[in-house]
């Protein structure tokens, strides 16, 4: 309650704007004061960063889950902090050389910016190069080849799920437009011009480091309604009709055991030891008895064993209800 003015502090603020000469300026020393930076102005408010924040998020999944596969090894990627501050301070924060690469955000106006370390670069390009994951223990500028195997494996990956993780937005195409290594050529804004900088944190081969993505207010400034917007709207947004098709597919060509068991029975083991060629063991099941099909571990069908030519099969009687499962 301390910053709201009292009804004797607002006439005496107006009484101080028409009569200036007779207000004395020690009766206004105790007047509350609010302090303002004009030079970091705050263009992005709450709830477009958490809206930025759930995209990247969404990104971080997709893209763990890709760069497993590709480096044949755990690769933990997560949203770590989000902060707004001029172009300027973004540049000076960075080390050199870094692995910058510059992204065309068509039909944006303006591109964005993924920052990494050499480090962590190299890393990756040797274990997709068929080594452990190590680093050089030396800080340098990738090579053109090293560049070209990074561009390829990793950094069009980038593209292409970033560009997925937008989609709900806005379709955005995301083309690499340049490699640079000294964080000084950067052309993408002026010193004062206010950015937004999701940094992302990753794990890989017990290293830890961050992606930065800078991305300019200018750039994003035509989503930031429907940013705020799909987040407050997103759960009544009907499921997407394609997408669950291509979830059907998927699913459908997922490999799964199945198993016929014929029966069961409990023995000791002294008996199981003395079991021979020609032993017969009896089930506690009875020969017209339909057999139980199991997909996984649960008895999904019933059917009844039988020969197809020189093979054995069974033929499924019927579908098991979830009380038989």
């Not at 090894?73 to 910058?100: A, K, Y």
């Not at 223990?137 to 950094?155: H, K, N, P, W, Y």
């Not at 990753?202 to 830890?208: A, I, P, S």
Request: a negative charge; aromatic letters at 8%.
């Amino acid at each position: 309650m301390e910053d709201i003015l009292s009804q004797s502090e607002i006439d005496l603020l107006i009484k101080a704007t028409l009569e200036p000469s007779e207000v004395q300026p020690e009766s206004l020393e105790n007047l509350p004061s609010d302090h303002y930076d004009f030079t970091k102005p705050n263009k992005f408010s709450k709830d477009q960063l958490r809206g930025l924040q759930r995209i990247h998020e969404q990104f971080c999944r997709a893209y763990s889950g890709l760069m497993s596969a590709k480096f044949r090894t755990r690769f933990d990627l997560n949203f770590q902090t989000i902060d707004q501050l001029t172009f300027g301070e973004f540049v000076r924060s960075l080390p050199n050389p870094s692995v910058l690469s510059v992204f065309d955000a068509s039909p944006l106006p303006g591109s964005m910016v993924v920052q990494l370390t050499p480090d962590s670069a190299f890393i990756m390009h040797d274990r997709l190069c068929g080594g452990q994951g190590v680093a050089y223990g030396f800080t340098r500028g990738l090579s053109d080849i090293e560049m070209a195997v990074f561009r390829r494996q990793v950094i069009t990956s980038f593209a292409k799920i970033m560009r997925d993780a937008w989609q709900d937005i806005e379709t955005i195409d995301f083309k690499l437009e340049q490699f640079e290594s000294n964080p000084q050529f950067l052309q993408l804004a002026s010193d004062r011009d206010v950015v937004v900088v999701i940094s992302l944190r990753f794990e890989f081969n017990d290293v830890t480091d961050n992606f930065n993505i800078c991305i300019p207010f200018r750039t994003i400034e035509p989503l930031l309604a429907k940013i705020t917007q799909h987040r407050l709207f997103e759960s009544l947004a009907p499921p997407d009709p394609d997408k669950i098709a291509q979830l059907k597919e998927k699913v459908k060509s997922v490999i799964i055991p199945i198993e016929v068991e014929l029966g069961t029975c409990v023995v000791k083991v002294g008996d199981l030891l003395d079991l021979e060629v020609g032993d017969v063991i009896e089930l506690e099941r009875k020969r017209t008895e339909n057999v139980d099909v199991k997909v996984g571990a649960l008895t999904k069908f019933k059917a009844t064993p039988g020969k197809l030519g020189e093979k054995l099969g069974v033929v499924i009687t019927s579908i098991c209800d979830s009380q038989e499962e």
